[in-house]
């Protein structure tokens, strides 16, 4: 699923390549800001209990929690191909990922029931805030998913490795070319963070 950007094609407007981490996470930062704009404004306009109850905020908070607890743990920590093991490794990295699922699906569900258990069947002539509700949790739930599969790792894994290797390489002396690796460091380095530098 995280390659669902690369079946789009539009080479005219958009360099997918290159710009896919940028426009996923801007993509990602709308929604979850539309989200809780929305929240907002439904209890700017309904500030009573009557109207609004108070206790409905819990789902969107469950919702930011589970958004946060989803995006920090990177798709290579899941596979097993992070650098680091961990607390417990890659099978914490997997729990802690389900968690976080399991927090944010919890909290669409329980958004759905109070749009419909505590607005639609009850027949309250203001439906306004449960629909509020509803799309804040919605709007989360995308922006999470949009954050965790639209963006790639291969692009900020080459970043993070050329900021590790660079200082073991010495600048070329004519200053025009790449620079020269010292390659007894190098062979010490894994593979995929010798990306960074040419020799």
Not at 61 to 68: C, D, E, G, K, P
Not at 129 to 135: D, E, K, L, Q, R
């Amino acid at each position: 699923m995280s390659g669902f950007l690369e079946g789009m094609r539009c080479s005219e407007c958009v360099d997918w390549g290159e710009k896919r981490n940028t426009i996923a996470s801007v993509a990602a930062g709308v929604l979850f800001f539309t989200g809780w704009w929305i929240i907002i404004d439904a209890a700017v306009i309904y500030p009573t209990m009557e109207d609004f109850n108070h206790s409905y905020h819990a789902c969107g908070v469950i919702a930011t929690i589970a958004f946060l607890m989803i995006n920090a743990v990177s798709n290579g920590q899941v596979r097993g191909d992070s650098y680091s093991e961990g607390c417990l490794g890659q099978t914490g990295a997997r729990i802690w990922l389900f968690i976080g699922f399991m927090l944010a699906f919890g909290s669409l569900i329980a958004s759905m029931w109070i749009l419909f258990g505590g607005y639609v069947a009850k027949e309250k002539p203001i439906v306004y805030p449960g629909i509020a509700v509803f799309f804040q949790n919605a709007f989360i739930f995308f922006g999470g998913l949009v954050f965790k599969f639209g963006r790639t790792e291969d692009l900020w894994l080459l970043l993070t490795a050329s900021r590790f290797v660079m200082p073991f390489c010495k600048p070329p002396e004519s200053g025009l070319g790449l620079p020269l690796c010292n390659t007894e460091i190098m062979r010490t380095l894994p593979v995929s963070a010798t990306t960074g530098c040419y020799g």
